[in-house]
């Protein structure tokens, strides 16, 4: 076969492994008014294996989304509300006396579950959020003596809010360089929120039902994999993060001192990654730049940290991004 009829097939295969994709979405958009782009990113999320930090003010269906993603999948889900008092324990389990055996016993923690709500995550301290780390980094939590491994598929939404920081402690970097996304949601529509009060407030609660079984989603944690990504693609990847560590290099010396640390190589094999799964999503066996750029903000928003210059110019990641983006040659 040559080139042309490879990726034929390619795309083929993925326009036949991506419909489960939509079946989800669409049982999702049976209980979520609207959120499309939230629902495409939990899905990039399962399909690559990663995390996601979602940033919003209370009440646009955080919760919702998730509990409703584990009734369409058949996952176990968990919430746990972050509070300053929180302990490693209460997330991860502990170990407990039973005095008829005289021996400890392990008694697991909420965290053994496939789909974990964190929520308010930044409102717990520093040796809490070290727990949860263990556990997104290497699916494994160590209690006392013993390690012991998390089901597949495990994905962790954790929540913070944008408004209210009293009180919260900011989340280490290292932690939130691990999510793959942070992404923001926004207030919805007139005619999206009229659609949620007719839907809320009917009488009947909407409800999702299993469309997929764990054997899918295992396999389109494989299927996405065969998504074509060509070298151009990649060096437009590596440019565009690149261009947050060495912007004058890039021709945006004007960001040099907004710039505080740039992205790490996390972030080149993340954008990779959910480029990739975002054209699996749309049924497409090959990445196009508009993929990387769609994704992309989402990417690389929590992995710059601005300098004091930038706050005080009340300049944005956001908006570092879109210079970036504005200015980086497209192949």
Do not use: W
């Not at 998730?66 to 968990?78: G, V």
């Not at 402690?169 to 996304?181: G, K, S």
């Not at 497409?284 to 993929?291: A, C, K, L, M, N």
């Not at 990417?299 to 300049?315: D, G, K, P, T």
């Amino acid at each position: 076969m040559n080139s042309n009829q490879d990726l034929t097939f390619i795309n083929e295969k993925i326009g036949e492994e991506s419909q489960i994709i939509e079946k989800i979405i669409a049982e999702m958009g049976k209980v979520i008014v609207g959120q499309r782009a939230l629902l495409e990113r939990m899905m990039i999320a399962l399909i690559t294996s990663g995390h996601i930090l979602l940033e919003g003010v209370p009440g646009l269906a955080k919760t919702l989304s998730i509990k409703t993603m584990a009734r369409a999948l058949d996952l176990d889900f968990c919430r746990i509300q972050f509070t300053p008092d929180l302990l490693p324990a209460d997330l991860t389990g502990t170990l407990v006396f039973n005095p008829k055996t005289s021996e400890f016993v392990t008694r697991r923690g909420p965290v053994f579950t496939n789909l974990l709500l964190a929520d308010e995550i930044n409102r717990a301290p520093a040796k809490v959020q070290s727990a949860l780390l263990e556990s997104m980094q290497e699916l494994q939590v160590t209690i006392g003596e013993n390690t012991h491994l998390i089901d597949k598929p495990f994905m962790v939404m954790a929540t913070q809010n944008p408004i209210e920081q009293e009180g919260t402690y900011p989340l280490p970097e290292a932690q939130i360089d691990r999510f793959l996304l942070k992404v923001k949601i926004t207030y919805p529509s007139k005619e999206e929120e009229k659609a949620i009060v007719n839907r809320m407030t009917s009488g009947a609660d909407p409800e999702a039902h299993k469309v997929c079984s764990r054997e899918e989603i295992f396999r389109i944690n494989k299927s996405y994999q065969m998504v074509y990504i060509d070298d151009k693609i990649k060096d437009y990847i590596i440019n565009l993060v690149f261009a947050t560590r060495y912007p004058e290099e890039a021709g945006l010396g004007k960001l040099k001192n907004l710039i505080q640390v740039g992205s790490s190589p996390r972030a080149s094999i993340y954008l990779t990654e959910t480029a990739k799964a975002l054209a699996f999503i749309r049924r497409r066996g090959y990445v196009t730049p508009e993929d990387v750029k769609t994704i992309g903000r989402d990417v690389l928003r929590h992995r710059i940290i601005l300098s004091y210059e930038a706050e005080a110019e009340e300049m944005t990641t956001d908006d570092i991004i879109t210079e970036i983006f504005d200015n980086i040659v497209v192949p």
